[in-house]
């Protein structure tokens, strides 16, 4: 993705999948935020593409095990030497003759089907913490909606104004960049209950007091998307009605709500 990768990415996912991919190599070591297709080989329907082109998920393939955790350096990978020296020679079989019913004689051994692959036993544990620590950060910055700050201001003629703000207090936005493009989820919701609504708008610029009404179904209202760090400013004008509630539903970010006062 560094260097690249604006022919896949948008430029606002792209500082979400770096700031992730960044963190995880702190917290694995040995692990390398790279691409898969640019950087290790080129994959037709690998099922990491396809939870980003076709679910507009964010997505990260780590692993257990890295070679680099042999003597935590780089530059020290001798897998003779780690079998010689912490595994006591366990994950190679000597070579030996045998006699085999259709080759005659030949020479069994080499590398035990348990290593190379596979995690050895002893550095399972921290390496394990280590990438379920990695996958619980990647839920803890997914979005997070709140909804605050509703208020409800008397207009007069029997009318009200009811505003609220639905703030994503994370990382991730409710919908990626290729989940926008190809409307794979369906927008953000936002409910009004209390009263009869007869208009309800998207505020555009709080300060000069510019909104965009939504004229089709105005108790609910529809968010494109909500930026990581970042909130949307609703507001209705109802008639009736003392005490709302404003309810927020996301399939990426899930629901919340708040009452007026």
Known sequence: IEGGGAEVFTGADEVVLNTIGK????????????????????????????????????????ELWSTTMMFN???????????????????????????????????VG??????????????????????AAFCIY???????LEVRDVKVQNLGGGL?????????????PTHSGNNLRYKIDPPDYVYLEGGKVIAGMIVTDKDRNLSREQKRNPQRLEIENIPGYSHVN???????????????????GGRASAQSE
Not at 76 to 101: G, N
Not at 234 to 252: C, L, P, Q
């Open 234 to 252: 609703v507001k209705w004008i109802v008639k009736d009605g003392n005490k709302f509630t404003v309810r927020v539903e996301s399939v990426k």
């Open 23 to 62: 963190k995880g190599e702190l917290i694995i070591p040995g692990y390398k935020f790279i691409t898969t297709w640019k950087d290790m080989y080129t994959v037709y329907g690998g099922e990491v593409d396809w939870w980003y082109g076709a679910m507009g998920s964010y997505v990260f393939s780590n």
């Open 138 to 144: 990647n839920a803890w910055v997914s979005p997070k």
């Open 110 to 131: 080499g590398g035990n089907k348990n290593f190379g692959r596979i995690h050895p036993g002893f550095l399972l544990e921290s390496d394990a913490h280590r990438n």
């Open 73 to 107: 350096d780089e530059s020290k990978t001798d897998a003779y030497e780690f079998d010689r020296l912490l595994l006591f020679e366990d994950a190679f079989i000597p070579w030996q003759e045998v006699d085999h019913p259709d080759y005659g004689k030949v020479e």
């Open 160 to 172: 009200k104004e009811v505003s609220a703000t639905i703030v994503n207090s994370q990382l991730m």
